[in-house]
């Protein structure tokens, strides 16, 4: 069927490309201590770009079986496109291979349902005043691209999640501690509890409010929150910023831009990674690249279109859902880890914050570098350890600057935020607002 529809679009196209996709996923939510919701889904679709006279029309349909109807579409779509100004992705295969696991697709409504109570349980043993929450669930899903200059590849993928919380809620005082992970293997419930007695430790030390006045101090960022102060370098990578000359790192390919200590890793096979696969949104194939190797620029993120407009060879990153056209993303973005351990940089950071929850950066200015929002869950370091939570306190940094010239020390430890493998940083020279 494909073949012959292929075959049909290349008499009416001048090139093409079709990204198809089904899925199916089971769901099971708790909030407030009680389930509120189990979904059980199934999903299917095709995109497809379609070039007429130079110009790219795009359609999408919810239906994979409407792909007829989705390329007259987008073939009369094409006029009023974008110029083809590029070529859609030639025939290579990947040599390696990814995790496919098979139980993804074998979830068990009540058994799910029983693990997410038996969270409520370890949360409310720990921390009687917390309201427990919980989602829990995964599934497998398929994804096929063929287009006109030769290409032809498919990918299974599995996927399998969590997350548990600890959350309190009164008039001037909101507190939620959590923990989560995804994969594409299935997680076991062993590690599932033990997040959930994590989060409710962490919750009763956070009741514990620690006096802090506004300053200048050493501040150690829990992986939660390095994933903010890394978004700078994330936004100034992308071939969208790089393509319209909006980001300093235009012309700074191979220039030492940050401590050296600093390595970042655009992994699109780690076995533990959510994220990733072996061909990207476009059908080309991906590669472990460094983004940034000992504090030097040596990559960029980007689709054939952002690739071509560059003057750059494609990277193989370009994301996408059947409804939407290729965007430029990370795949697993993994950070190097380094020679400290964590409890040597608690005690480094004497006097100072361990900051695990940034509220509102995402409206920072990430071009400029900086990366401003509240603190919603920090802590006071005393004595190598967290004494108390700290509020009504905010920070602005320059991540640029931040990476470059104040790290103190990188952990050994790491832990995964959702898809990005990253340590503890302890910097210096951090100041905090409060009120």
Known sequence: MVGDFTRQLSKRADAFETFSATGESLRVQFENDRLTEIRQGESSGVGIRAVKQGKIGFSYSSKADEIDDTAEAALRMAPFGKPYAFQFAGEARSPHTRVFDERCSKLDVEKMVRLGTRVREVIKSVAPEAMA??????????????????????????????????????????????????????????????????????????RTVAPFAAGTCRVLFAPTALSDILMPIGASVNGINIARKTSRFVEAMGQKLFDERLTLLDDPWHEQGPAGGLYDGE????????????????GFLHTLSTAQMCGHQPTGNAARAVSSQPMPGAHNTVMAAGNDALADLYKQAEGGLCISQLLGTFTSNFLAGQVSGNISLGYLVKEGRRVGRVKNCALNVNSFDLLKSRIVGISREREWVGSEYLPWLLVEGVTISAR
């Not at 899903?141 to 999640?161: A, D, F, K, L, P």
């Not at 059908?283 to 040596?298: D, F, M, P, S």
């Open 133 to 206: 929450e919980c989602t829990v669930g995964g599934g497998v899903s398929s994804s096929r691209i063929v287009t006109s200059n030769g290409q032809e590849c498919h990918e299974r993928e599995s996927e399998y999640g969590y997350m548990v919380a600890a959350k309190f809620a009164e008039e001037g005082n909101f507190l939620s501690t959590y923990r989560y992970r995804g994969g594409n293997q299935y997680i076991g419930d062993d590690e599932v509890l033990a997040a959930a007695r994590e989060a409710a430790e962490e919750f009763r030390l956070a």
């Open 283 to 298: 059908g080309v194939v991906t590669r472990q690249r460094a983004i940034i190797e000992k504090g030097v620029l040596k």
